[in-house]
């Protein structure tokens, strides 16, 4: 009998390797982005562990496994479908989160569709796992940046620690802090998340009391992070500035989430269950050494998907190469000067420096209103170059310098177009305005999704299409400072636009 299972082992291994292998060509775009986003940000470094744990969790099970009758489900095939056009568009489209979703789902569902249901579930969550590998999550920053000033300005308040706010700074009166984004706490926030299905699924036996804790894991970090900020300006206040107003703050920053990883395990150990030993049932061995013709079949049908998908890929590349003929390749911004009613010189501010990297074209300066009031402008167009009209590179203004209050899209008074207005404050205390959009071939949007798609679909088309991003800056100098802002684009916006 134990020959028999150690055979099954290995025909069953050669198709699981096979499809291992198609993975990490067809995904690989989405599998090295990763890494590199890995390597680079604090934030997901515990992902280089996720797929080792769950390859091991997976071991764990292998009796398991080869106990249950393996019935491929080729209902699962259309999913597997779904994110290899993801990864596709993600690829072509250059959005690495598409890739990154696409290649960390494609797996688990093709593990589960060549094992079918039962072998499936042995291993559910080991296959939910390797989900855990996406770098995702950093969007969240600005709301975690939200809650924890917003929970740190009344701890401060009842502590009698003078506290004035201005959007993420916080002024006592021996200094100034900045909640910045390294402050958010997102970082130990989806540690303590991975951290927590982990011990949960070692732990706890029931579903509910796994939920539970995830769920702890979740919101202890947050409000933690909450103290953590409050502790260090309490004690930058107590010691006029001596301790945690430099590097002290990361010490006593990680020695805290240290404490709390702990408190953590106190409460999962006082609750955790004991896990008995499932016996193997080894009844099925024999059926399974025809079920691997099952298992190759299945697997050749994936493999077939893999070379249906790199071969639309190399013919996209191929027409990318061949440079068939685009429209609005050779495009650039210009302001019409001889329609316009207002001046405009190439002064530039100061403080307001957006970057868009590998523009095809950028105009900067001022233009001076009817009231002589200067108006800061800023336009980069993209066309057929490498730069990304919509990326993480891109950005309107140094968030090192600037802090962001608000954003909200407003529609212009003809109400086929809309701009998204901006409030920012500075470490100084300045306030500023910036009022921007996108324009794809005289076409505006306001959402940076919709441009990214936009783009990606005419490229999967065979097409480009040229576009730009508009943006017009005001300081508040008063309080109507931002209506005379979004005046201005109403009775100008006709003459900025995108031409070839």
């Not at 307001?352 to 800023?378: C, F, S």
Request: with cysteine; aromatic share 12%; charged share 15%.
């Amino acid at each position: 009998m134990i020959n028999i299972q150690k055979n099954i082992q290995v025909q069953m291994l050669l198709p699981i390797l096979i499809v291992l292998i198609g993975w990490c060509i067809v995904f690989f775009p989405g599998i090295t982005t990763a890494i590199d986003v890995w390597s680079v940000s604090e934030i997901y470094t515990h992902c280089f562990l996720v797929i080792p744990c769950s390859i091991y969790f997976i071991f764990q099970k292998r009796h398991q496994i080869i106990s249950q009758t393996i019935k491929p489900n080729y209902w699962i095939l259309p999913f597997i479908i779904a994110t290899l056009l993801i990864q596709l568009f993600g690829y072509i489209g250059d959005i690495k989160l598409f890739m990154h979703i696409a290649t960390f789902s494609a797996l688990p569902l093709i593990i589960w569709m060549v094992l079918g249901n039962k072998a499936a579930k042995e291993i559910t969550f080991p296959l939910f796992l390797i989900v855990l590998s996406i770098p995702v999550g950093d969007q969240l920053i600005p709301y975690l940046q939200d809650i924890t000033t917003n929970m740190a300005v009344p701890l401060l308040e009842l502590s009698n620690v003078p506290v004035y706010r201005k959007g993420y700074y916080l002024d006592i009166p021996e200094g100034r802090f900045l909640v910045a984004e390294a402050c958010s706490g997102i970082s130990f926030l989806i540690a303590s998340f991975v951290f927590g299905c982990l011990y949960a699924y070692v732990s706890f036996t029931r579903l509910s009391k796994q939920l539970i804790f995830v769920v702890i894991s979740i919101l202890v970090p947050i409000f933690a992070n909450s103290l953590r900020v409050y502790g260090i300006i309490l004690t930058a206040h107590l010691t006029d500035m001596e301790y945690a107003a430099g590097a002290d703050h990361i010490i006593y920053g990680g020695i805290f989430y240290s404490f709390i990883i702990f408190l953590l395990i106190v409460i999962g150990e006082k609750f955790r269950d004991k896990k008995l030993t499932q016996a193997i049932d080894s009844t099925g061995s024999e059926i399974k050494l025809k079920d691997t013709k099952k298992i190759f079949k299945v697997v050749g049908v994936i493999v077939a998907v893999f070379a249906i998908q790199l071969l639309w890929k190399a013919k996209i590349e191929n027409q990318k190469n061949v440079k068939v003929e685009l429209t609005g390749v050779e495009s650039h911004v210009e302001i019409n000067l001889t329609q316009i009613p207002l001046t405009i010189n190439n002064k530039l501010s100061p403080d307001w420096k957006p970057n868009y990297v590998d523009a095809a074209a950028t105009k900067q300066g001022q233009i001076i209103t009817h009231n002589q009031e200067a108006i800061d402008y800023y336009i980069a167009s993209y066309g057929n170059t490498n730069g990304e009209l919509v990326a993480d590179s891109n950005y309107l203004f140094n968030t090192q310098k600037w802090s962001l209050l608000n954003k909200e899209t407003l529609l212009l008074n003809d109400l086929d177009s809309a701009v998204v207005i901006s409030k920012l404050v500075s470490s100084t205390g300045v306030y500023r305005y910036i009022a921007h959009w996108y324009d794809l071939s005289n076409k505006r949007f306001t959402s940076e999704i919709k441009v990214k798609l936009t783009q990606t679909s005419s490229l999967l088309q065979g097409k480009s299409i040229s576009g730009a991003v508009f943006a017009f800056s005001l300081k508040e100098t008063s309080p109507d400072s931002k209506r005379r802002l979004i005046n201005f684009i109403n009775d100008n916006s006709q003459y900025f636009y995108l031409s070839r």
